[in-house]
C-alpha cells in the first residue's frame, strides 16, 4: 500500500479506549495518509455510548491547534460515532454478512473509499475483502498488548494499566504508577514551582511543571474552552513520562482538580472527562501539599490580581475538602517548607 495515496479504516466498539486500540490505531496511521475510525455497538453503553468514546480517541490524540482535529503523527483521523438509531447499526450478535454489509453501505452512503483495513480480530480479513480492501493484522494474538474491552469492563482496577489515565479516570480508577507523586496546589504566585524544583533538588529527582502555564503562554493567554481538559491530559502524560526518570518520589506542579476550577472560573463550566480525571486525584498522588498564599506576590504579566489570592486559596481548600482529599498546609519561607514536606514524607511514603 503506498501510503501517500491511502486511507484507512479501523472499526470497533472501543468500549473502553485501551492500549490495544492505541497500538492499532498508532500502527494504522502509520501506514496511510488518512484514517477513518468507526465506533459503535448494539446494544451500547447507557453511561459511556459511542459519543463519548469517540471523544475520548478525539480528545488523547488532539493536539495544541485543536482546530486542525485529531492527528496521530501526522495522519488525520476521521473519526465517526455511530447508532442505532441514527445510522442502524446491526445488533452486535448479528452474523458477519450482516455486519460487513452494514459497513459496507454506511461507507459508501458518506462516499468513503478504504484502501487498506486494520484490525486485532479474525474476522478481518472476510472483512476487508467483503469491501474490496486489503487487510493488515495488528497484534492479533495479543501478545503486545494483551488486553481487550470485556476484560476492562469486568474490572476495571485490575486492568488500570493498560488504560490511558484520560479514559481510567471515567471508570473511577487511576492507573499503577512507578513511583509515588506528591502534588503541590496553589493560588497563583504562592511559590509552588519554586518549591517543587527546591525538593526535585534535595532528592535528587524530577518534577513536572504546570502544562497550564506552558499552554497559557504559547497562547498568549488566549485559552479556550476545550483547552482546559487538553491541558489535565497533557499534564497527566508528562507526569507518566517523568516518573521513568524519578528517583523514589516525583513532585508535581498542581493537578486536575486544580484545572476543573479554572475551567469553572474562566468558562463557567467543566467538560465531564475533566470532572472525572479531577475526582481521582485523591487516588493518583500519595500526598498533597497547600502551599499557604503568603509568600511576596510577583505579577510577571500572567497572572490576575493578588487580591485573587486569597479566593483562589479558600477554594482549593473547599474543592479538597469536598474530594474528601487530605493535605498538609505549607507556611514560611522555601527551605521552612522543603523541610515540612521532607519531615512528612519520611514518615508517610
Known sequence: MNPSESTGLVVGKFWPLHKGHQLLLETAAAQVTELVLLVYANPDSDTMPAAVRAGWIRELYRGDEISEGPRISGTPLRIYALSAEADGVPPDAADDATQREFVRRWLAQHDIHVDVVFSSEAYGPGFAQHLGAAHVAVDT?????????????????????????????????????????????????????????????????????????????????????????????????????????????????????????????????????????????????????????????????????????????????????????????????????????????????
Open 141 to 349: 494474538a495479543r501478545q503486545q498488548m494483551p488486553i481487550s474491552g470485556s476484560m476492562v469492563r469486568s474490572n476495571p482496577a485490575a486492568f488500570a494499566q493498560y488504560l490511558h489515565p484520560l479514559v481510567a479516570a471515567q471508570f473511577g480508577v487511576v492507573p499503577p504508577g512507578s513511583v509515588p507523586r506528591v502534588v503541590l496546589l496553589g493560588a497563583e504566585s504562592s511559590g509552588k514551582s519554586t518549591l517543587c524544583a527546591a525538593l526535585a533538588e534535595a532528592l535528587d529527582t524530577v518534577w513536572v511543571p504546570e502544562y497550564g502555564r506552558t499552554l497559557h503562554e504559547q497562547k498568549s493567554g488566549n485559552l479556550d474552552y476545550e483547552d482546559l481538559l487538553y491541558i489535565a491530559r497533557r499534564h497527566v502524560e508528562l507526569e507518566d513520562k517523568a516518573a521513568a526518570q524519578a528517583q523514589g518520589v516525583i513532585f508535581c506542579d498542581t493537578n486536575a482538580a486544580t484545572t476543573a476550577l479554572y475551567s469553572y472560573y474562566y468558562f463557567h463550566r467543566c467538560d465531564p472527562m475533566l470532572q472525572a480525571m479531577a475526582a481521582v486525584c485523591g487516588q493518583r498522588y500519595a500526598h498533597t501539599f497547600v502551599c499557604a498564599p503568603t509568600v511576596p506576590f510577583e505579577q510577571d504579566g500572567w497572572r490576575g490580581p493578588e487580591a485573587l489570592r486569597s479566593f483562589q486559596h479558600g477554594m482549593i481548600i473547599m474543592q479538597l475538602d469536598f474530594f474528601g482529599i487530605p493535605y498538609t498546609l505549607l507556611e514560611g519561607t522555601v527551605a521552612e517548607r522543603v523541610a515540612q514536606v521532607l519531615g512528612h514524607l519520611t514518615v508517610s511514603i
